[in-house]
């Protein structure tokens, strides 16, 4: 032995949102060379991440974007209004890069290709019923990958995550609608039923979860549920933050679709037909990856705390 390393092999992240610069700052702590990909490539430093400009929907974009890579992750979305047109396009010119270079892609996706459960627990194993746009969107992205699997095509697994929730979300429901009113006295919208029991995903789970998949390619070729916490109602949740801002939340009841918060008119009637997730129950089950890779998702309390903390953080910067 001559005492020499073997060289990083390189992980690419695509998409700079909330997920994949959380799964960014994940994978370089655990020593991973990191690549963090959008079209503009202008972010804050992230000690230790390439930050790499380019389009990822072209075909020779996605090919730039993920040279010299060993595993490519797909955290790319777009304006909500945009989904069902574009994500299939930016599929087909990463779905086409990863079958010619060989990387592996672990994908992050979502619960929609379930559609209405009537409050049935989610596991990998629930039936594919959506009904609505977006959802049977998901459901055709998700056979194309399978299928590329299943014919030796690429290498390529399926993560899905409950809503997302914790430091530099904003865009969710439990997010910059949510905490700074929270923190600021503001009304914070109770959205559908808050007391059904709801899954949200912590953001730092989301990002160990995408890094354990992209460690760990006997995984592949399946759908995987990333960490998540049990679920409680919103209520609960609501309450945690209460007990952490020091003051009762002035809740105002959003019971159908319509704007509010950061959620513009344009965003609200696109996600009329999601609705749905806010009138019956969503609960996510993620004990199969939880033992298959010995991987538990942090307590909602911490995770709470920890947006908390941040969005206070963020507020006094403004």
């Given at each position: 032995?001559?005492?020499t390393q073997?060289?990083?092999v390189l992980?690419?992240?695509?998409?700079?949102?909330?997920?994949g610069?959380?799964?960014?700052r994940e994978?370089?702590?655990?020593?991973h060379?990191?690549?963090?990909v959008?079209?503009k490539?202008?972010g804050?430093?992230?000690?230790g991440v390439?930050?790499?400009?380019?389009d990822?929907?072209t075909a020779?974009g996605?090919?730039?974007?993920?040279?010299?890579?060993?595993v490519?992750?797909?955290?790319?979305n777009?304006?909500?209004?945009?989904?069902?047109?574009?994500?299939?396009?930016?599929?087909?010119?990463v779905?086409?890069a990863v079958?010619?270079?060989?990387?592996?892609?672990?994908v992050?996706?979502?619960?929609y290709?379930?559609?209405?459960?009537?409050g049935?627990v989610?596991?990998?194993?629930?039936?594919w019923?959506?009904?609505t746009r977006?959802?049977?969107?998901?459901?055709?992205?998700?056979?194309?990958?399978?299928a590329a699997?299943?014919?030796?095509?690429?290498?390529?697994?399926?993560?899905r995550?409950?809503?997302?929730?914790?430091?530099?979300?904003?865009?969710?429901?439990?997010?910059?609608?949510?905490?700074?009113?929270?923190?600021?006295g503001?009304?914070?919208?109770?959205?559908?039923d808050?007391?059904?029991?709801h899954?949200y995903?912590?953001?730092?789970?989301?990002?160990?979860?995408?890094?354990?998949?992209?460690?760990?390619?006997?995984?592949?070729?399946?759908v995987?549920?990333?960490p998540t916490?049990?679920?409680?109602?919103?209520r609960?949740?609501l309450?945690?933050?209460?007990?952490?801002?020091g003051?009762?939340l002035?809740l105002?009841?959003?019971?159908?679709?319509?704007?509010?918060?950061?959620?513009?008119?344009?965003?609200m009637?696109?996600?009329?037909?999601m609705f749905?997730?806010?009138?019956?129950?969503?609960?996510?089950?993620?004990?199969?990856?939880?033992?298959?890779f010995?991987?538990?998702p942090?307590?909602?309390?911490e995770?709470?705390?920890a947006?908390?903390?941040?969005?206070?953080?963020?507020?006094?910067?403004?």
């Amino acid at each position: 032995m001559t005492g020499t390393q073997e060289p990083r092999v390189l992980h690419t992240v695509l998409g700079s949102g909330p997920a994949g610069t959380a799964l960014a700052r994940e994978l370089v702590r655990r020593g991973h060379s990191v690549r963090l990909v959008d079209r503009k490539g202008d972010g804050p430093v992230i000690e230790g991440v390439e930050r790499y400009a380019v389009d990822v929907g072209t075909a020779d974009g996605a090919r730039e974007a993920i040279a010299g890579a060993a595993v490519v992750y797909h955290c790319v979305n777009v304006g909500y209004h945009l989904q069902v047109e574009v994500m299939p396009r930016i599929q087909d010119a990463v779905l086409g890069a990863v079958e010619a270079s060989g990387a592996r892609l672990v994908v992050l996706d979502t619960l929609y290709p379930y559609g209405e459960t009537g409050g049935a627990v989610m596991t990998e194993d629930t039936p594919w019923k959506a009904t609505t746009r977006k959802g049977r969107m998901r459901a055709e992205l998700d056979e194309k990958y399978l299928a590329a699997y299943r014919e030796g095509r690429a290498r390529v697994v399926l993560a899905r995550s409950a809503d997302f929730v914790g430091p530099g979300v904003v865009g969710s429901t439990l997010g910059g609608a949510v905490f700074p009113a929270a923190l600021t006295g503001g009304e914070v919208p109770g959205i559908g039923d808050i007391d059904l029991p709801h899954s949200y995903t912590s953001i730092a789970d989301v990002a160990a979860g995408l890094a354990t998949l992209g460690e760990h390619p006997e995984g592949d070729g399946r759908v995987w549920h990333l960490p998540t916490a049990p679920a409680v109602s919103t209520r609960e949740i609501l309450t945690m933050i209460e007990r952490r801002v020091g003051r009762p939340l002035n809740l105002v009841t959003v019971g159908e679709p319509r704007p509010f918060g950061p959620f513009d008119e344009q965003f609200m009637a696109e996600y009329a037909e999601m609705f749905y997730q806010h009138t019956e129950p969503q609960i996510m089950d993620s004990s199969a990856f939880e033992r298959a890779f010995g991987v538990a998702p942090a307590p909602l309390e911490e995770t709470v705390e920890a947006t908390v903390t941040w969005y206070r953080e963020w507020l006094a910067s403004l």
